[in-house]
């Protein structure tokens, strides 16, 4: 935690303004770092929300079992709390695999601020391995997807990774699917795995992508 709090006052405004004002990109690789917990990486979010031209944001916390719904609901506040994320960030990538401490709650909280992003253009999620998400995280998502137009004129790519997620069913397949459709410039999705659906189901995804292709 001690090398994620002295990277927080590194991006902290009062410390290097410079970097705060001109910072776009910014990639983490936190895979199977065992001894990093919540504190540490909610003191980074924190220290993130004061960027102003921040475009790309990946964070890749993969076999993490420290992580839980906390750290999602951090990122949320990020989001919530600065209007310069809001109006900046066009490209999330999430590798949050493998972390079963993160259920319904955490992702639900996460899908409602993707809401308030104006330009999100590329959205990547890998939440597979989770074995507490359920349809209600796929409807969460799908919801935000549905209410907002912001999303709806924006975002052109989007790669989701539930595999092994034994708990979705159709229900929040289709209803993800149904979502998806609402995008008008989408151009690339690749998404939830289907191995354990039903062929009705993989059937209306393959109509639904098709209709957004000839739609374009």
Do not use: W
Not at 21 to 36: D, G, I, R, T
Not at 77 to 96: A, G, P, T, V
Not at 170 to 179: E, H, M, P, Q, R
């Amino acid at each position: 935690d001690n090398v994620l709090i002295a990277l927080s006052g590194v991006l902290a405004p009062n410390r290097n303004k410079n970097i705060s004002n001109s910072l776009s990109k910014l990639q983490l690789n936190f895979e199977k770092n065992k001894a990093f917990t919540g504190q540490g990486l909610s003191t980074l979010l924190f220290s993130l929300s004061s960027l102003q031209r921040l475009t790309i944001l990946s964070l890749n916390l993969a076999n993490n079992e420290s992580m839980s719904d906390l750290l999602l609901e951090d990122f949320s506040e990020m989001i919530n709390n600065s209007f310069d994320l809001q109006s900046s960030l066009s490209c999330i990538h999430l590798n949050f695999g493998n972390t079963n401490n993160i259920s319904d709650i955490g992702f639900g909280t996460f899908s409602k601020a993707l809401a308030r992003l104006t330009f999100l253009m590329n959205l990547t999620l890998n939440f597979g391995g989770n074995s507490r998400l359920t349809d209600n995280s796929l409807v969460g998502l799908s919801d935000s997807i549905m209410a907002s137009n912001q999303l709806q004129r924006s975002l052109n790519i989007v790669e989701l990774n539930f595999r092994k997620n034994a708990k979705f069913t159709d229900k929040g397949v289709t209803s993800l699917i149904k979502a998806l459709t609402k995008l008008k410039q989408l151009t690339s999705i690749k998404p939830v795995s289907y191995t354990h659906l039903t062929l009705p189901t993989i059937y209306s995804v393959q109509i639904s992508v098709v209709a957004v292709s000839l739609k374009k």
